[in-house]
């Protein structure tokens, strides 16, 4: 384990944005953890855990420590007659994880494929997509206690996911470092195919009766279709939330857009599409100095090669204004700013 001292994140972010950390490490097993957090002149100063720098916006250097987790391993930890659970490192690459379960029939992660990030990232943000959530398939994390150099199982009710939340963005920020998830998977394919256009797809391609591994090619398609690859260009896939009103709120809105893309969302809440919102606020495939957003959807904004990360905030806020000015909803940013 070696301290780097002002680290590039350049290529430790998906937006490609380039800010340096004050000091970075790579941690790939948890007991250089507890070395680490064993020295407190190392760890007497900001932290910040990275995984697979998807989900992230540099604004400036970051002034601190950098922990970058790159702990790895899959495995089959429980298997029962109709259910099994796998166990997945912090560091693996949340995508290998879905096409390890997928090739081996394990259904629930079909819908989630292709999300970038890390596994470790995925309970944080309770990551999401095409109807599914990570807490569908979530049954406990193990993470490392930096006030206690300890390991601790956290359940899924203990991890109080919401919407693109959990106790670990809230409460227990900071506090604690995801070390490994497990999924509790089925035998038996039970699909949502109900969400996006994944039942048309399947249509098009004359598939009637879809596996779970029809559903993640689907999805893999979708979501290549409509979002950009970072490798190509600089994003961090969906950078606001969609937002949630209440049904008075949403009676409002749908009185002036009649039009307005909308699904439930539990609790009498109602759910709009961001990207609609952002799209009819004419922003799409919209060129700004060095970002933008993406030409196939709006809710995704880029950079076009040397923006930097305030620019890119300063063109997110340029957005937020203009969909609450028109829809009077304010958008919240996805992606973590630092």
């Given at each position: 384990?070696?301290i780097?001292h002002?680290?590039?994140?350049?290529?430790l972010?998906?937006?490609?944005?380039?800010a340096?950390?004050?000091?970075?490490?790579?941690?790939?097993?948890?007991d250089?953890?507890?070395?680490?957090?064993?020295?407190k002149?190392?760890?007497n100063?900001p932290?910040?855990?990275?995984?697979?720098g998807?989900?992230?916006?540099?604004?400036r250097?970051?002034?601190?420590?950098?922990?970058?987790m790159?702990i790895?391993?899959?495995?089959?930890?429980?298997?029962?007659?109709?259910?099994?659970?796998v166990?997945?490192?912090?560091g693996?690459?949340?995508?290998?994880?879905?096409?390890?379960c997928?090739?081996?029939?394990?259904?629930?992660v079909?819908?989630?494929?292709?999300?970038?990030?890390?596994?470790g990232?995925?309970?944080?943000?309770?990551?999401g997509?095409?109807?599914v959530?990570l807490?569908?398939v979530?049954?406990?994390l193990?993470?490392?206690?930096?006030?206690?150099?300890?390991?601790?199982?956290?359940t899924?009710?203990?991890?109080?996911?919401?919407?693109?939340e959990?106790?670990?963005k809230g409460?227990l920020?900071?506090?604690y470092?995801?070390?490994?998830v497990?999924?509790?998977?089925?035998?038996s394919?039970?699909l949502?195919?109900?969400y996006?256009?994944?039942?048309?797809e399947?249509?098009?391609?004359?598939?009637?009766?879809?596996?779970?591994?029809?559903?993640?090619?689907?999805?893999?398609?979708?979501?290549v279709?409509?979002?950009?690859?970072?490798?190509?260009?600089?994003?961090a896939?969906?950078?606001?939330?969609?937002?949630i009103?209440?049904?008075?709120?949403?009676d409002?809105?749908?009185?002036?857009?009649?039009?307005?893309?909308n699904?439930?969302?539990?609790n009498?809440?109602?759910?709009?599409?961001?990207g609609?919102?952002?799209e009819?606020?004419?922003?799409?495939?919209?060129?700004?100095?060095n970002?933008?957003t993406?030409?196939?959807?709006a809710?995704?904004?880029?950079?076009?090669?040397?923006?930097?990360?305030?620019?890119?905030y300063?063109?997110s806020?340029?957005?937020i204004?203009?969909?609450?000015?028109?829809?009077?909803?304010?958008?919240?940013?996805?992606?973590?700013?630092?």
């Open positions: 384990m070696v780097h002002h680290h590039s994140l350049k290529r972010n998906t937006f490609g944005v380039d340096y950390a004050n000091n970075f490490v790579e941690i790939s097993h948890t250089q953890l507890v070395n680490l957090f064993a020295n002149e190392v760890v100063q932290l910040l855990f990275l995984g697979g998807s989900n992230m916006l540099f604004t250097d970051f002034n601190g420590l950098v922990i970058k790159s790895k391993g899959i495995q089959d930890r429980v298997e029962e007659e109709e259910e099994v659970f166990e997945a490192g912090a693996e690459v949340w995508n290998d994880l879905v096409n390890y997928v090739d081996r029939g394990y259904a629930g079909e819908n989630l494929s292709l999300i970038p990030g890390s596994v990232a995925s309970p944080i943000q309770n990551i997509a095409y109807g959530e807490k569908d979530f049954h406990s193990e993470a490392f206690e930096i006030s206690t150099l300890q390991l601790r199982t956290f899924k009710e203990e991890c109080e996911f919401g919407y693109r959990s106790v670990f409460e920020k900071g506090k470092i995801v070390t490994s497990t999924l509790k998977l089925s035998k394919s039970v949502n195919t109900s996006g256009a994944i039942e048309a399947l249509q098009a391609r004359n598939i009637e009766n879809p596996t779970i591994k029809d559903v993640s090619t689907v999805v893999s398609h979708i979501r279709s409509k979002l950009p690859d970072p490798s190509t260009i600089g994003n896939g969906s950078f606001f939330k969609n937002p009103i209440t049904k008075a709120e949403f409002a809105v749908k009185q002036k857009h009649a039009e307005v893309v699904y439930p969302a539990g009498g809440s109602i759910k709009l599409a961001a609609y919102l952002i009819q606020c004419g922003w799409k495939g919209m060129v700004v100095g970002t933008g993406w030409k196939n959807q809710l995704v904004l880029v950079n076009h090669g040397e923006a930097s990360g305030q620019e890119i300063d063109f806020e340029v957005i204004q203009s969909v609450k000015e028109k829809f009077g909803v304010k958008l919240e940013r996805e992606v973590n700013v630092f």
